[in-house]
């Protein structure tokens, strides 16, 4: 899945010359928490909620009119963060996922070849991407296949549940195992009662849970 698929287009922008004010009135107004900072049609920077927050002096210390103040008079660039991770509309979400975790942010900007912000991708877009992959809307079952560590295994599996069962995969992932061990193949399967295909994997040597390899319905256990 790339990321212009789930960003979010024409995003909301603030000028360095901003006030603080005016950036969290804009995050509280559309119900956002970041703001790429953009000048002259350049990305310099971001703000998040968060920042403008951190940087008001605290209520304890300071009478509110003073508090708001300081929001009025203080611009954007005085707490933006002017290193920016971006990434490209091509780019997949999964790379946005790994880039957003490894530099623990909230959001990222997309931008194009001459880093013009296209549009923003939160950690809620990739959340939302990654749900409609694992669990597709339409009613379904989930499965979890054990596969040998070997060629075909998966291969093997697709043709009992599609040319032997006939039923339709709604989707399919398999994560990252050790070579040499085990992986476990989570299906979602279009029919809400799976335990004939269940019957014709193990009958082909699988080894099948319903909803897990963990827990399974048939031996009673919650899903």
């Given at each position: ?75 954007v660039s005085a707490v933006m963060r ?142």
């Amino acid at each position: 899945m790339l990321v212009k698929k789930r960003m979010t287009h024409d995003p909301v922008v603030v000028s360095p010359r901003h006030s603080l004010a005016d950036a969290l009135r804009l995050t509280r107004e559309r119900r956002i928490r970041h703001l790429p900072v953009v000048d002259e049609g350049e990305l310099v920077g971001m703000v998040s909620d968060r920042d403008v927050r951190t940087a008001l002096p605290s209520p304890l210390t300071v009478p509110d009119d003073e508090r708001m103040a300081f929001l009025e008079r203080t611009p954007v660039s005085a707490v933006m963060r002017a290193e920016v991770a971006t990434i490209g509309p091509l780019d997949t979400v999964e790379d946005a996922a790994k880039l957003m975790r490894r530099r623990r942010i909230g959001a990222l900007p997309v931008v194009d070849a001459h880093g013009a912000v296209l549009g923003i991708l939160s950690e809620s877009d990739v959340l939302d991407a990654f749900v409609e992959i694992l669990g597709p809307a339409n009613a379904s079952s989930r499965l979890e296949i054990a596969l040998a560590d070997r060629a075909g295994e998966l291969a093997r599996a697709m043709r009992v549940i599609g040319e032997e069962r006939g039923v339709n995969v709604c989707s399919l992932m398999v994560p990252p195992g050790t070579p040499g061990e085990a992986r476990v193949a989570i299906v979602h399967v279009n029919t809400i009662d799976p335990r004939e295909t269940i019957g014709a994997l193990e009958a082909a040597g699988f080894e099948v849970g319903w909803p897990s390899l963990e827990t399974d319905l048939r031996a009673g256990g919650a899903a």
